[in-house]
């Protein structure tokens, strides 16, 4: 999935929205709605022509690794300053900003001649995500909060259809010669257009500044168990996203370069994650209620590691593209699920306490590229990509020692049910 952030909370009673229709939670429910879709396809674009760009500019998967680590970068350097502008100017023209960013820098990257120069387009391209991240989901709380029932699973599960019709597209552009500077070109015209003609049915509404402040300094005031233990779930969202990113950024190359796939075959597996990652977010909010949130991270957990390692093993393209799946079905439920138990710890510091979870997960979108391509250069692509695997038992074992959360499940499945 590529990271959702939820902290930064905004007036329960949102200001009029300005223009037209902008005031009604469905409509303003829609708009979000698109931006999510429009952010996964841009990305899922990006990912399905990656093996094209490493042939341009014929790079080592050392070098290239280090490159798509820009991505990561400067989406880490952009959060900071997006949750500023968002208390200033309000998330809807932020998101706005964001989503706008996203679509002119997509096809820089396809512009670069060199490793280098694709790094630095990189981290422009990363910082437009980060941004468009921080305030899309501040707008889509304010959205749930004037529906009055949960509906960020379903964003997540959305941006996940994006991402599979972004590289799906991307897979029958490679078939059909298209050059990757000109299907970028095209998909930011036509998602830019898109999300210009709804972002005007946004809610516009700034955030509480003194809430903020009040929250920070009760994070301070949590018990030191309760620190531990958002740390240790920030380990599970680093795990989850280390698998993210090694699928989004060598999962085709793994399918094209080690397997022999076409290039357009080669998107399929970040097509297969995408669809796998959007089912299981849609059905993830019953399987809580069913087992309970710790349940869920072990046993999905288990099942992506178990699933991933025999794909990896067997090595073939039909394994491969079951193996995604898996690992998409298993690893869905990880970043929703950890980050609202985080919220159920801090309680009513519920922002501080996921954004420190948040913090810590990053680094595994930051670390797992380059990590995944230089272990490749000394044992090659599908022995590196079994660190997934690894990472996703390490997972599984984390929670157990996650001591505060250990409560009833009877209690953790009323309290799910009563907001299904």
Same mark, same amino acid.
């Given at each position: ?6 902290s930064?909370?905004?007036r ?6 300005a223009?037209s229709g ?22 899922g674009? %990006? ?6 760009i490493?042939?341009?500019i014929?790079?080592?998967t050392?070098?290239l690794?280090?490159?798509l680590?820009g991505?990561?970068?400067g ?9 500023q502008?968002?208390v ?12 706008a ?5 997509l096809?820089?990257?396809a512009?670069?001649?060199?490793v280098t120069v ?18 899309m ?5 304010a959205?749930?909060g004037?529906?009055g029932r ?13 991402g599979?019709?972004?590289?799906l597209?991307g ?19 036509v ?6 003609l ?11 500044v003194?809430?903020?402040a009040?929250?920070?300094?009760? %994070?301070?005031k ?13 380990l599970?969202g ?7 990113g090694?699928?989004g950024? %060598?999962?085709a190359?793994y ?6 796939t076409?290039?357009?075959f ?41 699933g991933f390692?025999?794909?990896l093993l067997?090595g ?12 998409g079905?298993?690893?869905?439920t ?21 954004t420190v979870?948040s913090s ?18 000394i044992?090659g692509l ?9 990472l ?7 929670? %157990? ?20």
């Amino acid at each position: 999935m590529r990271l959702r952030l939820t902290s930064l909370p905004e007036r329960g009673k949102l200001g009029q929205a300005a223009g037209s229709g902008a005031s009604y939670p469905s409509r303003a429910r829609a708009a979000i709605a698109v931006i999510f879709f429009a952010d996964g396809a841009i990305f899922g674009s %990006w990912v399905s022509r990656v093996p094209a760009i490493e042939d341009h500019i014929h790079a080592r998967t050392g070098p290239l690794g280090l490159a798509l680590l820009g991505i990561a970068v400067g989406a880490l350097l952009s959060r900071q300053a997006a949750g500023q502008l968002v208390v200033r100017a309000g998330s809807r023209v932020i998101t706005r900003i964001g989503i706008a960013s996203c679509c002119v820098t997509l096809p820089l990257p396809a512009l670069a001649a060199n490793v280098t120069v694709l790094g630095l387009a990189l981290v422009g391209f990363g910082a437009a995500l980060g941004i468009l991240d921080v305030a899309m989901n501040v707008n889509g709380v304010a959205v749930q909060g004037q529906l009055g029932r949960p509906v960020m699973s379903s964003f997540h599960g959305i941006y996940s259809v994006g991402g599979l019709v972004g590289s799906l597209a991307g897979g029958r552009a490679a078939a059909a010669g298209v050059s990757p500077f000109l299907h970028f070109l095209l998909v930011g015209i036509v998602l830019g257009c898109l999300c210009l003609l709804t972002s005007s049915w946004l809610l516009s509404s700034p955030t509480d500044v003194a809430q903020q402040a009040d929250s920070v300094r009760g %994070w301070a005031k949590l018990p030191r168990q309760y620190r531990l233990a958002l740390f240790l779930l920030g380990l599970v969202g680093l795990c989850s996203m280390v698998g993210e990113g090694a699928t989004g950024d %060598w999962g085709a190359i793994y399918l094209h370069s080690n397997l022999g796939t076409s290039l357009s075959f080669a998107s399929s597996g970040f097509a297969a994650y995408s669809l796998a990652m959007a089912t299981g977010r849609l059905l993830g909010d019953r399987l809580v209620a069913r087992w309970g949130g710790l349940q869920v991270i072990m046993r999905s957990a288990a099942f992506a590691g178990t699933g991933f390692a025999l794909a990896l093993l067997i090595g073939s393209p039909v394994a491969a593209i079951c193996g995604f799946t898996v690992l998409g079905l298993g690893l869905s439920t990880l970043i929703p699920v950890t980050f609202s138990t985080a919220g159920r710890l801090g309680a009513e510091v519920a922002g501080p306490a996921i954004t420190v979870v948040s913090s810590i997960a990053v680094i595994g979108s930051l670390a797992g590229p380059p990590v995944v391509g230089y272990a490749a250069e000394i044992v090659g692509l599908p022995a590196a990509l079994g660190l997934v695997s690894f990472l996703a038992f390490v997972a599984a074992g984390l929670v %157990w020692a996650v001591k505060p959360m250990r409560e009833p499940a009877s209690v953790e499945k009323r309290a799910v049910a009563s907001a299904l």
